[in-house]
T-cell receptor
Framework: NAGVTQTPKFQVLKTGQSMTLQCAQD?????MSWYRQDPGMGLRLIHY???????DQGEVPNGYNVSRSTTEDFPLRLLSAAPSQTSVYFC????????????FGQGTRLTVV | DQQVKQNSPSLSVQEGRISILNCDYT??????FLWYKKYPAEGPTFLIS?????DKNEDGRFTVFLNKSAKHLSLHIVPSQPGDSAVYFC??????????????FGKGTLLTVNP
């Protein structure tokens, strides 16, 4: 049972480049979300989805796009990378909504130079 | 404006003693609270949760207490073990737009349990 799988684990981007962070879960969870973790800031919600075809913004959505075409996948797209997006990104899924146990991926460490 | 506050960035305790991690919140709409544990280079893992209709929830060595009037919750670990050394995040959720919920995390407390 893989749980939540994030790829890549590490990435270095140049300012202005775009990329997609992948997230897949095999638990048939309806709710998926993306967080970023910065030193001294805890985890901040970027975007979330309550089911295929439904997404909404979190606390820090600017500079990121998401889509949810299947239950399993929830990719996060950086449109034009900026140094301020240097962070560790976590994808999470849960059976229902945010007030149930969430399973997190191992994270993607992104550096924008 | 930080809605979930963990005012102690770090805590150090001796093995076998009690660890108490504290969390305060400001949003009275929060109705569910969770604790997550995170080891370095790993994703957070769920530890324990509590609904706002309860004031205590216990799971083995872990107990969470909720004081709604003070908008305060705490996580007690008894007895503490070296393997408990990790960052602990407090999180809270509130109904947002129908049945959707968002999780708001605190900044975390680094617990070190010394042998």
């Amino acid at each position: 049972n893989a749980g939540v799988t994030q790829t890549p684990k590490f990435q270095v981007l140049k300012t202005g480049q775009s990329m997609t962070l992948q997230c897949a879960q095999d638990m048939n969870h309806e709710y998926m979300s993306w967080y970023r973790q910065d030193p001294g800031m805890g985890l901040r919600l970027i975007h979330y989805s309550v089911g295929a075809g439904i997404t909404d913004q979190g606390e820090v959505p600017n500079g990121y796009n998401v889509s949810r075409s299947t239950t399993e996948d929830f990719p996060l797209r950086l449109l034009s990378a900026a140094p301020s997006q240097t962070s560790v990104y976590f994808c999470a899924s849960s059976y229902r909504a945010a007030n149930t146990e969430a399973f997190f991926g191992q994270g993607t460490r992104l550096t924008v130079v | 404006d930080q809605q979930v506050k963990q005012n102690s960035p770090s805590l150090s305790v001796q093995e076998g003693r009690i660890s108490i991690l504290n969390c305060d919140y400001t949003n009275s709409m929060f109705d569910y609270f969770l604790w997550y544990k995170k080891y370095p280079a790993e994703g957070p893992t769920f530890l324990i949760s509590i609904s706002s209709i309860k004031d205590k929830n216990e799971d083995g060595r872990f107990t969470v207490f909720l004081n709604k009037s003070a908008k305060h919750l705490s996580l007690h670990i008894v007895p503490s073990q070296p393997g408990d050394s990790a960052v602990y995040f407090c999180a809270a959720s509130a109904r947002s737009g129908g049945s959707n919920y968002k999780l708001t995390f605190g900044k975390g407390t680094l617990l070190t349990v010394n042998p």
